[in-house]
Nanobody, 126 residues
Framework: DVQLQASGGGLVQAGGSLRLSCAAS?????????IGWFRQAPGKEREAVSC????????HYADSVKGRFTVSGDNAKNTVYLQLDGLKPEDTALYSC??????????????????WGKGTQVTVSS
């Protein structure tokens, strides 16, 4: 079975850092997929945070995190990382990873995800 597991969340003060991991298993060809990171805060809609294409390592970011978050992948470990720096209280959310596709179209990026994992909570105190 395909599984995605996000980990690495926690409680951190504003300005701090965390590194999230998304471990994938059960994929016949992991590098056929893009891995996206998403977050959802209570009472808010899910937001697409970042995405990385496993084949060419092309990355995409939401404007709200550009310059602060960095996505990277290790295909040998079937794992994708999201480095969160300069955290703000508004970054508080449940962060999840998913596998599918993502691509840029003009100045925006689009995605479609086939598999979703359970999330990891990130809480940023002021």
């Amino acid at each position: 079975d395909v599984q995605l597991q996000a980990s690495g969340g926690g409680l951190v003060q504003a300005g701090g850092s965390l590194r999230l991991s998304c471990a994938a298993s059960g994929f016949s060809r992991f590098d056929d997929y893009a891995i996206g990171w998403f977050r959802q805060a209570p009472g808010k809609e899910r937001e697409a945070v970042s995405c990385i294409n496993s084949k060419d390592s092309r990355t995409h970011y939401a404007d709200s995190v550009k310059g602060r978050f960095t996505v990277s992948g290790d295909n040998a470990k079937n794992t994708v990382y999201l480095q969160l720096d300069g955290l703000k209280p508004e970054d508080t959310a449940l962060y999840s990873c998913a596998a599918g596709w993502c691509t840029a179209l003009g100045d925006r990026w689009h995605y479609g995800m086939d598999y979703w994992g359970k999330g990891t909570q990130v809480t940023v105190s002021s």
